[in-house]
């Protein structure tokens, strides 16, 4: 093991830190410098400049020096004759790092986040399920949170969110690595909803890694380890433009109070390092269906839609039908015969979803079009699914187009042209 004193991060124009440490006995020169990245320490926001650290030093293939197993030893920063201040312990509800609003279940009951401190402990912002410390102090909004910081996480109720559970991230930029328009390792294509504002960036590429991930647990052997279970890769199911498949690696954190692995990175098939440790067993995709004749409608089956069960969902509807029932129910009806008509005569018309309810195993479902306002587009999407008996097609509910393409994105993408992206 090394000593040495940690020199500050830096921030390259990817998303990523990386710093320095000055080993003991350098003196100055700055060539025997040991290169650090922010991937691989388990607290980054821990190392600030001065500290004091004992370390392992590697070699990398272009000839640097690199810590590894950093411990820091001594804080200067920390003052022992700081004035103590009362601090509180609660869970993160809801956090929106873009507008930084959001509110915590704590001690005394629900405060609004304010200011925040090292929110960024383990490479990513808050979110909900974090496990926090803060003050408080009387705001605009009541009592405010301010000086939070991160100590660890809470499991969901349920594995309805098994990737946000696994997984800490590389960055704030962890989704915009792969889904960036010409930038993103991924081959282009639209991952914001078209028609609904939305709080987060990519929420349709976020949630197709969520239910892909949970899928992907749920089976046998379709998320993989490293031969010396450090390293844990799983398949995305996208390809870069090149078509080339696309993994998520991620290594395994000590810390109890972390989640148990770190995104560390999305690399292609090719990539020499995820070779040297998967390459006897690369990571399958996610299947969600045994048979493929159920994604295509079946014309011989009767389609029935419960005209009452959709208008529950009059939320959805054109924002100028959501107060006229009535005029929404008539439309609705001359809709009806169109959308029948349609799937009857071309069976591709059908769209397939794959849907859970309530964290349950997930069952496909088809989307077919409503066209409300005119014959040419269309406004709402029809969810059908056959009864037990396969003898008929019923109506689920009514979605927005936007989420009509975030479920349907899950098995394929959407080509049609009445989903488009």
Not at 142 to 153: C, P, Q, S
Not at 264 to 272: M, P, Q
Not at 278 to 302: H, N, S, V, W
Request: hydrophobic share 35%; proline share 5%; net charge negative.
């Amino acid at each position: 093991m090394a000593n040495g004193t940690f020199l500050g991060w830096k921030t390259h124009p990817t998303g990523y830190r990386f710093g320095h440490i000055e080993p003991d006995g350098a003196d100055g020169d700055r060539s025997k410098n040991i290169y650090v990245k922010d991937a691989f320490v388990d607290n980054p926001d821990s190392l600030r400049k001065g500290v004091r650290l004992e370390f392992e030093v590697r070699e990398l293939p272009d000839g640097r020096q690199q810590a590894s197993k950093i411990q820091v030893i001594l804080d200067p920063h920390m003052n022992d004759s700081t004035p103590e201040i009362k601090r509180l312990r609660g869970v993160v509800k809801f956090y929106n790092d873009s507008t930084k609003f959001g509110f915590i279940d704590g001690d005394d009951g629900q405060v609004h986040i304010g200011s925040t401190g090292n929110v960024a402990s383990f490479g990513s912002a808050l979110r909900a399920g974090d496990i926090v410390e803060y003050s408080v102090e009387q705001g605009d909004r009541g009592l405010t949170a301010v000086d939070t910081k991160r100590v660890g996480f809470e499991p969901g109720s349920d594995n309805s969110d098994s990737f946000h559970d696994h997984f800490e991230f590389f960055g704030a930029n962890w989704k915009a690595s792969l889904g960036e328009k010409d930038k993103g390792l991924a081959e282009n294509e639209p991952w914001d909803y078209r028609l609904t504002k939305s709080h987060t960036e990519y929420p349709i590429l976020e949630s197709y890694l969520s239910h892909t991930f949970r899928r992907l647990l749920e089976m046998e052997k379709g998320v993989v380890l490293s031969a010396d279970e450090s390293l844990l890769a799983f398949n995305t199911g996208l390809v870069t433009e090149n078509q080339e498949e696309i993994y998520g690696l991620a290594r395994r954190l000590s810390d109890p109070a972390q989640r148990p692995w770190k995104l560390v990175r999305w690399v292609k098939r090719s990539d020499r390092d995820f070779i040297s440790s998967f390459g006897d067993r690369m990571p399958p995709l996610a299947e969600f269906f045994d048979d493929p004749a159920e994604l295509i409608f079946d014309r011989r089956i009767e389609l029935h839609i419960n005209i009452d069960h959709v208008l529950a969902r009059l939320d959805r509807f054109p924002q100028e039908l959501q107060k006229n029932e009535y005029t929404a129910r008539q439309l609705l009806i001359a809709a009806e015969a169109e959308t029948k008509k349609r799937a009857y005569r071309n069976y591709k018309v059908a769209i397939p979803q794959f849907f859970r309810d309530k964290g349950g195993p997930g069952r496909l479902q088809l989307l077919l079009p409503i066209c409300l306002t005119t014959p040419k587009k269309a406004d709402l999407a029809l969810t059908v699914e056959k009864n037990k008996e396969k003898t008929a097609y019923l109506s689920s509910t009514v979605l927005t187009l936007d989420q009509a393409y975030n479920n349907a994105r899950l098995l394929a993408r959407p080509d049609r042209e009445w989903l488009e992206p």
